[in-house]
């Protein structure tokens, strides 16, 4: 009887480790159920060692899910799945192009700076962010940082 105990253990281990493989969780309920089933059997022919082989078997489902995650991790297939270049800005990836050329130029608030709203630079209105402050609309501001689309302005005296 306890060939059977170690043939649906190892199957079951093996079913799941292959789920990491073949995901769709076929594999991985199967290979639960006969676990499952391998410590049923276990525990009806040997009561006495119950806590050891329920702690056994949580261990062993444990270290195979800790096992498959690894595996995959250093796999072909998993490498695949895995972005390995960087998007760098130098290469062209920029979700917005900056336009610095507007640092320390003067706008007009058009909505109110909550810390976000509008302004009026130049007869164009942009985005911006006040440095903190709560700036009312119809203020002048001066551009201190451009980031991508986030101009951050400050209060500043009509010029």
């Known amino acids: ?11 079951g281990i093996a079913l799941i480790l292959v789920e990491f493989i073949l995901p769709g969780l076929i ?3 199967l290979g639960g159920i006969l676990v499952f089933i391998s410590c049923v059997i276990a525990l009806y022919w040997h009561p006495e060692h119950a806590v050891a082989i329920i702690m056994g078997e949580i261990l062993a489902v444990i270290a195979s899910l800790i096992a498959g995650f690894y595996l995959i991790a250093r796999s072909p297939l998993g490498k695949a799945m895995v ?3 960087a998007q760098d800005p130098s290469q062209g ?3 917005d192009e900056s336009n610095e050329a507007i640092i320390g130029t003067l706008g ?3 909505t109110a700076l909550r810390p976000a ?3 009026d ?7 911006a962010v006040s440095s903190g402050d709560f700036i009312e609309d119809g203020a002048w501001v001066k551009v201190i940082e451009v980031r991508g689309n986030r101009v951050v302005v400050e209060p500043a ?3």
Not at 4 to 11: D, E, H, P, R, S
Not at 121 to 127: A, V
């Open 108 to 110: 007009q608030v058009v």
């Open 93 to 95: 990836w920029v979700s």
């Open 1 to 11: 009887m306890i060939w059977w105990i170690i043939l649906f253990f190892v199957g």
């Open 27 to 29: 594999c991985g309920i």
């Open 121 to 127: 630079i130049h007869g164009k209105k942009t985005s």
């Open 83 to 85: 972005l390995s270049d």
């Open 117 to 119: 709203g509008t302004i």
């Open 157 to 159: 005296a009509k010029a």
